[in-house]
């Protein structure tokens, strides 16, 4: 197992970096924050990301994809950390892509991978149902009637729900909430009468939304997979995004820990640079070491997932709760470092801190993926 990026990837980082600082700096997202944007991201931005081949990166040859990888996209994904870039690359490639891949049928896959490279159709997952991840916990209910099937029920917290015009909906076919036998996924779309999509703020000035299907009905064509049998495909994608935004948190917490350092050496108390108290010498050496052993995890988990490996999903528990808690901490103590300016809205810091909330609970917390990384080790 290799924790560096070869070639190819590098350059893909490095393109990314350059392009997201010239394009999305933080300061494009202050600004959708600031004008309540309707779409929430900028759309000249997501073309020409579309034209630069990021959306393709993860999509076999066979459906006009780049087959490049997990691990260059996640790079994409660390650099879209360091400048809080806003862009509907995880509910429609990762998310929607990924489950289309791995559980649609030729004729589904045929008719939107094509149009999720495009960018001309943006998808979302309606998956969760409560203040914290469970994707067994789902209540959402599909009935078979007169040949079609029928949903009813809510969903929260819908990555990019309010700008998608195709919802991948995770529903329970059979079952009670808990299981994961049961669960069957349908291809949704939002225009479709019965469906409510109501825009949810978030403290990241990001997109979310929350889902409401009242008899909403659809056609057996709009079942992804076999029934009852969504729960495999399901988790397995949600492993690819899970380590996309623990790349995301990595590149964010890089970020906020190099302007501290800045600070720490520009602030001057006592006539001396802060910097050169050793106290703070030595919180910024822990922080350090803890961001190299995330890099170390989120590479392992990025790779673990392009090569199938049969430790993936322990690997994508892993990095995630690290990141989940090194976000908790490094934002913690860069806050503290900072001072008073480093609460005060003007300051960027504060929406790396927001954003970094966000991450921190977005597909499990700490807490869950260390639930489950033990499960899954036989504990």
């Known amino acids: 197992m290799s924790l560096l990026l070869n070639e190819e990837q590098r350059l893909l ?31 000249r931005l997501w073309r020409e990301v579309v034209e630069l081949g990021w959306t393709a990166a993860v999509m076999p040859e066979a459906h006009g994809g780049l087959d490049f990888g997990y691990k260059g996209l996640g790079a994409v994904f660390e650099q879209s950390g360091r400048r809080l870039s806003a862009l509907p690359l ?4 990762v998310l929607a892509g990924g489950l289309l891949l791995e559980a649609g049928s030729e004729e589904q896959r ?40 029928v949903l009813d029920g ?25 299981e994961t036998a049961g669960l069957s996924l349908f291809l949704v779309d939002a225009a479709l009468p019965g469906v409510q999509v109501q825009r949810t703020h978030m403290v990241d000035s990001r997109n ?7 008899g909403v009905r659809v056609g057996p064509q ?10 495999g495909p399901l988790d397995a994608v949600l492993d690819c995004a899970r380590c996309c935004l623990a790349a995301e948190s990595l590149g964010l917490l890089r970020e906020a ?42 590479m392992a988990s990025l790779e673990a997932i392009d090569d199938q490996a049969s430790d993936r999903a322990q690997l994508a528990s892993l990095a995630k709760a690290r990141a989940g808690e090194l976000c908790a901490k490094l934002l913690n ?37 260390r639930e489950r990384y033990a499960r899954l080790k036989g504990f």
């Open 208 to 214: 979310a939304a929350r889902v409401r299907l009242e």
């Open 110 to 149: 045929a008719r939107w991978l094509p149009r999720i490279i495009d960018g001309s159709t943006l998808f979302a997952l309606a998956l969760e149902e409560g203040g914290r991840h469970d994707p067994a916990a789902v209540r959402l209910s599909a009935r078979r009637e007169a040949g079609d099937w």
């Open 333 to 369: 103590e860069a806050v503290q470092m900072h001072g008073g300016i480093g609460v005060t809205d003007e300051f960027d810091l504060g929406l790396f801190l927001k954003r970094g909330r966000v991450l921190q609970q977005s597909l499990g917390d700490a807490v869950f993926h």
């Open 257 to 298: 820990f190099e302007r501290t350092l800045g600070y720490l050496k520009e602030r001057v108390q006592f006539d001396r640079p802060i910097g050169s108290f050793q106290a703070l010498q030595h919180r910024a050496a822990r922080l350090y070491v803890e961001l190299e052993l995330l890099q170390s995890c989120v």
């Open 13 to 43: 980082s490095d393109t990314a970096a350059e392009f997201l600082t010239a394009r999305s700096p933080v300061s494009a997202l202050r600004r959708l924050r600031d004008t309540d944007d309707p779409l929430g991201h900028d759309p």
């Open 222 to 231: 709009a079942l992804v997979g076999r029934a009852d049998e969504g729960f």
């Open 154 to 178: 809510e969903k929260c917290f819908v990555i990019d729900g309010h700008v998608a015009q195709q919802l991948l909906v995770v529903a329970r076919s059979s079952g009670r909430p808990g």
């Open 90 to 93: 995880l509910a429609s490639v």
